[in-house]
């Protein structure tokens, strides 16, 4: 666990530095700095994708099993 203070900054390798910019009760907002190369995805968006690309290829998986038989 990592504790900072409004101001204070976490640097993550060389290129990518997370801000904390406010502090509300149980919210912390933060500012990503990054180049634009670097993708920067929320946790629970990238789950979302994820879960849809896994039902993608189940369907796909059985379309093609409907079709080879």
Same mark, same amino acid.
């Given at each position: 666990?990592?504790? =900072?203070?409004?101001?204070?900054?976490?640097?993550?390798?060389?290129?990518?530095?997370?801000?904390?910019?406010?502090?509300?009760?149980?919210?912390?907002?933060?500012?990503?700095?990054?180049? =634009?190369?670097?993708?920067?995805? =929320?946790?629970?968006? =990238?789950?979302?994708?994820?879960?849809?690309?896994?039902?993608?290829?189940?369907?796909?998986?059985?379309?093609?099993?409907?079709?080879?038989?």
């Amino acid at each position: 666990m990592l504790s =900072r203070k409004v101001g204070e900054t976490i640097w993550i390798g060389e290129d990518v530095e997370l801000v904390i910019a406010e502090v509300k009760g149980d919210q912390v907002r933060i500012g990503i700095r990054a180049p =634009r190369n670097i993708e920067v995805v =929320r946790g629970e968006l =990238r789950k979302d994708v994820s879960d849809s690309n896994a039902e993608a290829v189940i369907k796909n998986l059985d379309v093609f099993k409907q079709r080879k038989t």
